[in-house]
C-alpha cells in the first residue's frame, strides 16, 4: 500500500475515530441526521438502545465533530433538555475522505 501524505493520513484517522465503525454509531447518526432537533430519548425510541450507550455514541459524534448539541429549557418547564442536530458539512467531509481512501 502507498504512503499517505500526513495531511491525507490525519484525516483517514480522524475519519475512523469519528465513526467508529459500529453499526450503533452509525444509525445513532442516521436519527440525527433524520431529524431537525432530536433528543436522546428520540434516539433510544429509534433503535432500542439505553440511555446509557444512546449517551454514548451522542458524545463520540459531538467530539468528532459531526453533530452539535443545544441546550435549552425543556418544553413543559421541567429543567433542561438538549437537542443535536447534524454538521452536514463535516458529515459530507467525512464521507468524501472514505471514499477518496476507498476507491
Keep these: 500500500m502507498p504512503e499517505l501524505p500526513d495531511d491525507d493520513a490525519a484525516r483517514l484517522d480522524e475519519a475512523c475515530i ?14 440525527v441526521m433524520d431529524g431537525q432537533d432530536v433528543t436522546a430519548k428520540d434516539v433510544m425510541q429509534a433503535l432500542g438502545l439505553t440511555r446509557s450507550a444512546v449517551g454514548y455514541h451522542l458524545a463520540a459524534l459531538t467530539e468528532a465533530g459531526l453533530i452539535h448539541e443545544r441546550r435549552a429549557t425543556h418544553p ?27 476507491s
Design 18 to 31: 469519528a465513526i467508529a465503525a459500529t453499526p450503533a454509531r452509525l444509525h445513532t447518526l442516521r436519527v
Design 76 to 102: 413543559r418547564g421541567r429543567g433542561p433538555i438538549i437537542y443535536w442536530s447534524a454538521d452536514r458539512e463535516a458529515i459530507h467531509d467525512l464521507r468524501d475522505t472514505l471514499i477518496q481512501h476507498l
